[in-house]
């Protein structure tokens, strides 16, 4: 069993930078690839980023050079460090622990957190 925490969301200008951070708990945590989803109001879940065991990731294309994903395996710790952030950015975050490798379908990931609000002003 893992346990997921997400922290870091907030209010922020277009233009400005959050990180989110999920803390994972349980005794095997550190073996699973994680990744970040987000779901606005009135729209399915969509992925966000993910990232393997050892540290290979992957983005959505409309993140790709403003987000980036890591994790620190001492910590059992994910972050999203979010930059240039657009109006369109705005959603709940949420983490994500798959068993397998790093995959874009929510379907595919085993432990969720409770999600992260983010709020992106014009």
């Known amino acids: 069993q893992v346990q997921l925490q997400e922290s870091g969301g907030g209010f922020v200008q277009a233009g400005g930078s959050l990180k989110l951070s999920c803390a994972a708990s349980g005794p095997t945590s550190s073996r699973y690839s994680m990744g970040w989803f987000r779901q606005a109001p009135g729209h399915e879940r969509q992925f ?12 959505e294309d409309s993140v790709k050079g403003r987000f980036t994903i890591s994790r620190d395996g001492a910590e059992n710790t994910m972050y999203l460090q979010m930059n240039s952030l657009k109006p369109e950015d705005t959603a709940v975050y949420f983490c ?25 002003s014009s």
């Open 48 to 59: 966000v980023a993910a990232i393997s065991r050892s540290g290979s990731a992957s983005y």
């Open 96 to 120: 994500a622990a798959d068993k397998g490798i790093p995959t874009r379908s929510r379907l595919n990931y085993d432990y969720w957190g409770q999600g992260t609000q983010v709020t992106v």
